[in-house]
């Protein structure tokens, strides 16, 4: 019954568009949802997004590889309002890189923003559509396997809570060295890939669910036992607003919406 993590959701007023900003920032591929993966288990179809969605996802990508976490770009049903839950950190090997990788990635349509970080190492952007994440400053030893994506990162009140939680819905580790009173991280199993990072932040509950994340239960399991177990581990019912919908929305014990998808 178990599941693991297999999106990273953006919801979009343009998925082409902004497909294109985020292959072009990480340096994958992007291409229509609908039209599967090339080589993949079970590809996401209409369950993971309308004809209109869009996959960012690196070359020869495929499920169920637990590595290198696709982006599934879904027309939004209105625009933005406040800042996301959940963003990305994007790693940097050196000052100099940083200074470029800022440039190249401003050149790209990103926009520098102020969402009170301060006097910080990293610098804070917005894509195209206004969603906030980090150009890391270099960390040696933290983020030199992780590819383009250093860490997903989600704001939380209770980052050791969060990480129980996530750690079963995701099927990953929690990594002790990474962890701290205000930090929690979890990575796949195997060493590569990014981070997972319950981060403290006090005015989490008030930020948007704009962009989310995906789980599956692993082939062969069964869905309704993956959902129940969830449940039990202190998830909710959502409300979708589409109660046909192949999947279901739920929230995690602090309202962190995620999405459960068939097996895959």
């Not at 990480?26 to 993971?48: I, L």
């Not at 991280?185 to 005015?203: I, K, M, N, T, Y």
Request: negative net charge; proline residues 11%.
């Amino acid at each position: 019954m178990p599941t693991r993590l297999v999106h990273v959701v953006i919801e979009a007023a343009d998925p082409e568009r902004l497909g294109r900003f985020w292959a072009d920032v990480f340096g994958w591929q992007a291409a229509p949802a609908s039209a599967g993966v090339t080589g993949a288990a079970g590809a996401p179809g209409g369950e993971a997004g309308s004809d209109d969605s869009v996959m960012v996802r690196p070359s020869g990508w495929r499920y169920p590889d637990p590595g290198p976490l696709p982006l599934l770009l879904m027309p939004a049903d209105g625009p933005k309002t406040g800042r996301n839950r959940l963003h990305f950190d994007v790693p940097t090997k050196s000052a100099a890189h940083h200074g470029d990788e800022v440039k190249r990635i401003i050149g790209l349509g990103a926009t520098p923003v102020d969402i009170g970080q301060g006097d910080v190492p990293w610098e804070v952007l917005s894509d195209p559509e206004g969603n906030e994440f980090c150009v890391l400053d270099p960390r040696p030893g933290v983020y030199f396997d992780t590819g383009p994506v250093a860490a997903v990162v989600v704001g939380c009140a209770d980052p050791a809570a969060e990480a129980a939680f996530w750690a079963q819905a995701a099927g990953w580790r929690r990594s002790s060295s990474r962890s701290s009173e205000n930090l929690a991280a979890l990575r796949a199993g195997q060493v590569r890939g990014p981070f997972l990072e319950l981060v403290a932040d006090p005015d989490a509950a008030a930020a948007g669910h704009r962009a989310r994340l995906d789980v599956a239960p692993l082939p062969g399991e069964d869905r309704d036992a993956a959902l129940a177990a969830l449940l039990a581990a202190g998830a909710r019912p959502s409300d979708s607003g589409q109660p046909d919908a192949p999947w279901n929305l739920l929230s995690d014990p602090e309202g962190v919406e995620f999405r459960v998808l068939t097996p895959r």
